[in-house]
T-cell receptor, first 116, second 110 residues
Framework: DAGVIQSPRHEVTEMGQEVTLRCKPI?????LFWYRQTMMRGLELLIYFNNNVPIDDSGMPEDRFSAKMPNASFSTLKIQPSEPRDSAVYFC??????????????FGPGTRLTVL | AQSVAQPEDQVNVAEGNPLTVKCTYSVSGNPYLFWYVQYPNRGLQFLLKYITGDNLVKGSYGFEAEFNKSQTSFHLKKPSALVSDSALYFCAVRDSKLIFGAGTRLAVHP
């Protein structure tokens, strides 16, 4: 299995530009999570989906951030317009969620975003 | 609300010595506890988890963790540290989502 795939691995953009981060979860996993990691704030959960439906987006910082999961094998996190304070590493993770089973969450390699 | 605490920002250990990275939790009901490791410029990697059963859980890379219900702890341990174990370690508890601690940086010195 290829694991969770994220693209791009690195993104450098200028303030005000739109940024789109992409994630392909592990095949068969039905839960997907977007995290942001910074030195100051640590690891923050932004949003997660079950069966392509957003369940909890309370971690999304503001309206400039949006996430979609159009199908079971693809999700995007979009920032529009981007700001320097959005600079961080963004991780995607996936998990198989079924009934009461507690399965492991697996992380992608992350996208390092720099907004100038 | 579920939460975990990692009381140490950094742990320093000499190579070959045993290591412990501490984690305490607060949950209602049965805890589902996890440890992850993050190497520089990498994503988080799963190490081990406790769901039920034996209090001593064995995981990857020779790590183990001891679940202690009376002390509400889930400390990560390894009998003999390696320099290559130097990384950032996260404890987590599962609610509907994973709730992570702030992380502990482990530095193993030769």
């Amino acid at each position: 299995d290829a694991g969770v795939i994220q693209s791009p691995r690195h993104e450098v953009t200028e303030m005000g530009q739109e940024v789109t981060l992409r994630c392909k979860p592990i095949s068969g996993h039905n839960s997907l999570f977007w995290y942001r990691q910074t030195m100051m704030r640590g690891l923050e959960l932004l949003i997660y989906f079950n069966n392509n439906v957003p369940i909890d987006d309370s971690g999304m910082p503001e309206d400039r951030f949006s996430a979609k999961m159009p199908n079971a094998s693809f999700s995007t996190l979009k920032i529009q317009p981007s700001e320097p304070r959005d600079s961080a590493v963004y991780f995607c993770a996936s998990r198989q969620t079924s009934g009461g089973r507690t399965d492991t969450q697996y992380f992608g390699p992350g996208t390092r975003l720099t907004v100038l | 609300a579920q939460s975990v605490a990692q009381p140490e920002d950094q742990v320093n250990v000499a190579e070959g010595n045993p290591l412990t990275v501490k984690c305490t939790y607060s949950v209602s009901g049965n805890p589902y506890l996890f440890w992850y490791v993050q190497y520089p410029n990498r994503g988080l990697q799963f190490l081990l988890k406790y769901i039920t059963g034996d209090n001593l859980v064995k995981g990857s890379y020779g790590f183990e963790a001891e679940f202690n219900k009376s002390q509400t702890s889930f400390h990560l341990k390894k009998p003999s540290a390696l320099v290559s174990d130097s990384a950032l370690y996260f404890c987590a508890v599962r609610d509907s989502k994973l709730i992570f601690g702030a992380g502990t940086r482990l530095a193993v010195h030769p």
